[in-house]
């Protein structure tokens, strides 16, 4: 059971920022009729993309992004001690996302790519997810985050209730739309083992599970890479499906199966 | 009650008036499968279709669905929410109508539930006899479910440019009276549905190496089996299975608090005893945590418990969970192998 959030009558909020494209802040302020409501409920004492004050003293941090520099992690330090609880928003804070992509590249290569002679004036590290840094208490998953996720969790935190967030695969929410499934289709798709609660959004529109929301509690990741085998593809081919999304953990020992949120 | 013949251009004449006038819950095809949906022409109806993605029981017992609402605001009110149209769910295969009366034992007549009880009150089925096997996963002979006698309002054979209606209920017989040139069945008929049920028993031939009577006496002795094991390995729990399965109809009960924080619903959502989170209590144990002991369960389920407890298959061999599985797990294969045929790892 999670602890409610304590103390003052509007527990405050800060909105951090690591690497990523802001969408998902972006989110939250496209909840456009629940934003009164919401800030009834908490108030925010920084917010980036959505007010130019600031303030060092909050209860609740939503984090956003991948970690990508040596001082992300010294910011995310001292996040975690600041805050009563720590939450990230969106695929780059976890499972690492986008930004895990240069992962599985030299990284001056990458440097240089982005930046070119410059490059030695942004050293960057291997990108990863926050909770490879400092203890997260819950993810909000999905690229982006999606609005009523985001309004549950958050109603679920304020009266100390488990938030919403499905232990099961994607399959689950798809099945239920009665979608043709994706291997019927030709292609192939992360749903077996990807975290739902996206509602299956992707294979809804015709394309198929990128796995963004990372690994639901219980994957067969051995079974799922038989599958993708038996569907012609190399083991290099399957890595690049994990990389996507999961450049992080997927790259780790043990590979994929080694790391499972809870 | 007596029975008719129409002719099917009639029939379907009729079909596409209900569909402007009322709820008409009929297979429609989407790419290669088909589902019930809500029509509002006869023209969407898909003929000669594959048992749907998901099973009709949707209707009486939707994946999602408000048991009640509440608000505190002097004091707490608490409104059940019972919501049913009236519908008519036509071409209702006779595998999902073993299954639609199954799900009537229990959620009318054993816990009757109002929710369910007032859809099934207000849907009227319109059955279609199967007279060959719709593919290689249908395995309903082997089920006993290749025949239905009851659980339908009326019951259509297709006898070529017409259908044998066999009719059940006063609401089958207003339905038919209502078809243009309905005329009572007679020996001729009676004839041509003979004739196309000889040729239907003679178009399914039995699937199961067991007889459905000692599938739950199989499966009691075969709790050790090590193709428990092997399935285990093998499934992906993603839970298509029970989700397609027209016979699954376990759930889930939660309250979900409006952003008010003074009202909300409380939900009924499908679940799965294939998910892990399914057999976990409160401390976060979870009673069937290995994913062989799930796999085994749901098999005990289809062939064993279900019919102890209401004296009926929990599996009526539609064939639906064989064709959703992604790594082939086959309840055929499975009750064979545990019959005795060897099991390729």
């Known amino acids: 059971m999670t602890e409610p959030i304590r103390s003052p009558e509007r527990p405050r909020v800060a909105l951090f920022e690591l690497a990523s494209c802001a969408g998902c802040q972006l989110q939250i302020l496209n909840c456009e009729d629940e934003l009164l409501d919401l800030l009834q409920l908490v108030e925010f004492v920084y917010f980036k993309e959505a007010m130019t004050e600031t303030s060092d003293s909050y209860e609740l941090a939503l984090i956003e992004g991948a970690v990508t520099r040596e001082s992300d992690e010294e910011k995310l330090r001292h996040i975690r001690e600041k805050a009563a609880l720590v939450v990230t928003i969106g695929s780059c804070a976890y499972p690492v996302g986008v930004p895990g992509l240069k992962n599985a590249h030299d990284p001056v290569e990458v440097g240089s790519l982005v930046y070119g002679e410059d490059a030695g004036f942004f050293p960057t590290i291997e990108a990863k997810p926050v909770d490879a840094v400092i203890p997260v208490d819950l993810h909000i998953l999905g690229c982006p985050i999606h609005k009523d996720d985001f309004m549950r969790v958050l109603t679920a935190l304020l009266i100390g209730k488990n938030p919403p967030v499905p232990t099961h695969a994607v399959c689950v929410e798809c099945r239920l739309k009665e979608n043709v499934c994706a291997f019927d289709r030709g292609l192939v798709c992360l749903g077996p083992i990807t975290r739902a609660g996206c509602g299956a959004l992707c294979p809804s529109y015709g394309s198929r599970c990128f796995g963004c929301r990372g690994l639901c509690d219980d994957p067969n990741v051995a079974s799922m890479e038989a599958l993708l085998e038996e569907k012609g593809k190399t083991a290099e081919e399957i890595m690049a499906e994990y990389g996507l999304y999961n450049g992080y953990y997927s790259r780790r020992d043990g590979g994929l199966k080694a790391k499972v949120a809870r | ?345």
Not at chain 2, 22 to 29: E, N
Not at chain 2, 122 to 136: H, K, M, Q, R, T
Not at chain 2, 276 to 303: L, W
């Open chain 2, 1 to 345: 009650m007596i029975d008719r013949v129409v002719a099917k251009t009639d029939l379907i004449r009729s079909i596409d008036r209900l569909a402007h006038e009322q709820s008409v819950f009929a297979p429609v095809a989407n790419g290669p499968q088909f589902s019930f949906k809500v029509i509002s022409s006869a023209e969407e109806v898909a003929e000669g279709y594959l048992p749907t993605a998901l099973p009709p029981s949707k209707h009486l017992l939707p994946p999602r669905e408000a048991l009640l609402r509440f608000a505190w605001h002097d004091e707490l009110a608490v409104e059940p929410v019972i919501e049913a149209t009236e519908t008519v769910a036509f071409g209702l295969r006779p595998c999902d109508l073993h299954a639609l009366e199954l799900l009537d034992a229990i959620f009318v007549d054993d816990k009757d539930d109002g929710h369910y009880r007032a859809r099934r009150e207000a849907a009227f089925f319109v059955g279609i006899e199967c007279l060959e096997p719709c593919d290689d996963h249908c395995f309903c002979e082997s089920m006993g479910s290749l025949r239905a006698d009851s659980g339908f309002d009326v019951l259509l054979t297709d006898l070529g440019d017409t259908y044998y209606v066999r009719v059940e209920s006063t609401k089958g017989r207003d339905f038919v009276l209502a078809v243009d040139g309905a005329h009572e069945a007679v020996y001729e008929d009676r004839t041509r549905l003979r004739k196309a049920h000889e040729g239907r028993d003679a178009a399914f031939t039995p699937r199961l190496d067991v007889a459905m009577e000692h599938l739950p006496a199989l499966l009691a002795e075969s709790s050790d089996s090590l193709l428990w094991d092997v399935l285990g390995e093998k499934c992906l729990s993603c839970g298509a299975c029970t989700n397609v399965c027209p016979t699954c109809y376990c759930f889930d009960v939660r309250d979900e608090l409006n952003l008010d924080m003074k009202s909300g619903e409380r939900v009924r959502t499908w679940d799965s005893c294939q998910l892990e989170e399914f057999a976990m209590v409160g401390t976060g144990e979870s009673f069937r945590k290995p994913r062989e002991m799930r796999v085994k369960h749901r098999f005990n389920r289809k062939g064993r418990y279900i019919f102890e407890r209401y004296g009926r298959m929990g599996c009526v061999g539609c064939g639906r969970c064989a064709r959703a599985c992604l790594v082939d797990i086959d309840p055929v294969e499975v009750f064979n192998q545990l019959k005795g045929r060897p099991v390729e790892r």
